[in-house]
């Protein structure tokens, strides 16, 4: 009879999905708030957002524990910033901070698939995307974790951004006003909460602009 290895991973995906829109001076962030493993539902109530900064907040996929050390390395590495320059950091500087973050465990990464919005120096709002190992881009628009296959092409169909390559370069914002890219945010989650067992029970949107950060809820499918 031959033995079996017992396998066991020190990964898992808890699934669900996030979704970041930049604007001219506005960012929409969303995520679902559905925990999974396998065919099995967590919780349905878990936020996969967490506000770093007065203008950035980061939705995160994929493992949740992993999510959750990243978060409080970031929180830290943020309170420590504050005190040696006695001001929060910028949305490029706090993604410039989660790339060498994310990099730096590359032998053993976080698994987690993250987006990071907030608006720049300048009042433009700005969405970074990554990969688990720090590899990052900013973009007008991005969606990470389960749902991001089925999002993505509605997302490029929608508000394709012109390439990075065509001079001189172009603004990665999209050109929708701030109620817009809202609407959009939920139409996206709508149709891929049909399709993905993965995301659903509510959506939960952050947005920031000028006047600070507010959030709205809309309900999704449960089962």
């Known amino acids: 009879m031959t033995k079996k290895q017992a396998n066991w991973s020190p990964y898992d995906n808890n699934g669900g999905t996030c979704v970041a829109v930049a604007g001219a001076d506005y960012c929409v962030i969303a995520a679902d708030t559905r925990m999974s493993t396998g065919y099995n539902i967590l919780t349905r109530d878990y936020s996969k957002i967490i506000k770093l900064t007065d203008r950035c907040v980061?939705?995160?996929?994929?493992?949740?524990?992993?999510?959750?050390?990243?978060?409080?390395?970031?929180?830290?590495?943020?309170?420590?910033?504050?005190?040696q320059h006695?001001?929060?950091?910028?949305?490029p500087a706090m993604g410039q901070l989660l790339?060498?973050?994310?990099?730096?465990?590359?032998?053993?990464?976080?698994?987690?698939?993250?987006?990071?919005?907030?608006?720049?120096?300048?009042?433009?709002?700005?969405?970074f995307t990554y990969d688990a190992v720090g590899s990052y881009e900013?973009?007008?628009?991005?969606?990470?974790?389960?749902?991001?296959t089925l999002i993505m092409?509605?997302?490029?169909?929608?508000l394709k951004s012109p390439s990075p390559l065509l001079l001189p370069a172009k603004d990665a914002v999209t050109p929708l006003s701030e109620s817009e890219a809202i609407d959009l945010v939920k139409t996206c989650f709508a149709s891929a909460t049909e399709r993905d067992i993965y995301t659903g029970d509510k959506l939960e949107i952050v947005?920031?602009?000028?006047?600070?950060?507010?959030?709205?809820?809309?309900d999704l499918r449960k089962d």
């Open 86 to 91: 006695n001001k929060q950091m910028s949305c």
């Open 207 to 218: 947005i920031l602009n000028a006047s600070g950060i507010r959030r709205e809820e809309m």
């Open 99 to 127: 790339s060498n973050t994310l990099y730096y465990k590359r032998f053993f990464p976080y698994y987690s698939f993250n987006v990071l919005g907030g608006l720049d120096s300048e009042g433009k709002g700005c969405v």
């Open 138 to 148: 900013r973009v007008g628009y991005s969606s990470q974790g389960s749902g991001a």
């Open 58 to 83: 980061m939705a995160s996929s994929g493992f949740q524990a992993d999510v959750r050390a990243l978060q409080k390395v970031l929180a830290s590495r943020h309170l420590i910033y504050q005190h």
């Open 153 to 158: 092409p509605f997302l490029d169909n929608q």
